[in-house]
C-alpha cells in the first residue's frame, strides 16, 4: 500500500503558529477518518512536551505525531505551508526551527509502520527530495514529488 | 561482529526512535557492531536500562538525568546534518570499551 494518498496532501496552507497548522493538517487526517477525534489534542499536548520540529540544509520540518491508540488507519499528511511557522526542535526544545514542509504522521503500530518512518525519514536525508517538496507550487507538483519520493 | 546494546530514546519511544534504531544499526554494523536496539521513552528509561549490558544511550528527547551510562544526542541521524557526528560519538563511546 502506498503511503501517500492524495487527500492527504496539502498545498499552501495558511497558519499563525504550530498549534494552528497542527490544527489545520490534522483536520484532513479526522475528516478522512484516519484518526480519532483524540488524535489532535495528543498531538499538541505531545508537541509541547516532544518537540518534533527538524532543520534541514535548506528548509525546517516537523513531524507532528502521537500515540497509536488515536488512530484509525495509518497514514502520513503532507503539508506545505503557505509561509513557515515556528515550531521547536526536536531533542533540543530551546532552539527554534522555521518549519514550512509539515509530514504529519498517524501512526497506529510502530513495528508495522517502519517501512513508513523510514520513508519520510530518507526524504529528510535527501537533499533533492526536500528542494522538490518545497519548491511545489501547487498541490499536484507536491503530489508527484511526495510519490516519487515517498509511495 | 561485537554485541551492543543501545536505548533509543524519542518522546513516544515509537516512531523516532525506531527511525535512530534502524540508522544505528545499519551504520554500526559497517564498524562492526551488531546492534541490538530498545526503544524507549524518557518516562521509560530508567525501567528500561533495569535490563542491564546498555553501552549507550541515544537520544532524540532530552534525557536530563545522569544513569550512569554515556548518552549521545542522535538528532543528526534524523536530519542527515551530522549524521558522521553522530555515529563517531557512539564509535567514541563503544572503541573505549
Redesign the interface.
Known sequence: MSTITKDLIVCGVKAENAEDAIKTIGAYLINGGYVKDTYLPAVLE?ET??P?G????TIGVA?P????IHVNIPAVCVAKLSDPVEFR?????DTKVQAQLIFM?A?KD??AQ?DT??KV?RV???EEAVEELSAASDKDKLYEAAMKYMG | MKNVKILCVCGSGTVSSAMVANKLKEKLAKHGYAVTPVEASPNSVESALAAGGFSLIACVSPVYKDYGIPKVNAVGLLTGLAEQQVIDDCLKILNAK
Not at chain 1, 505525531?65 to 497509536?68: C, E
Not at chain 1, 526542535?89 to 526544545?93: A, F, T, Y
Request: no cysteine; proline share 7%.
Open positions: 505531545r512536551e516532544y518534533t527538524l532543520q534541514l540544509k513531524m505525531h502521537t500515540a497509536g526542535h526536536m531533542g533540543d526544545p504522521m501512526i510502530p513495528d517502519l518512518h523510514q525519514m529528510f536525508t535527501n
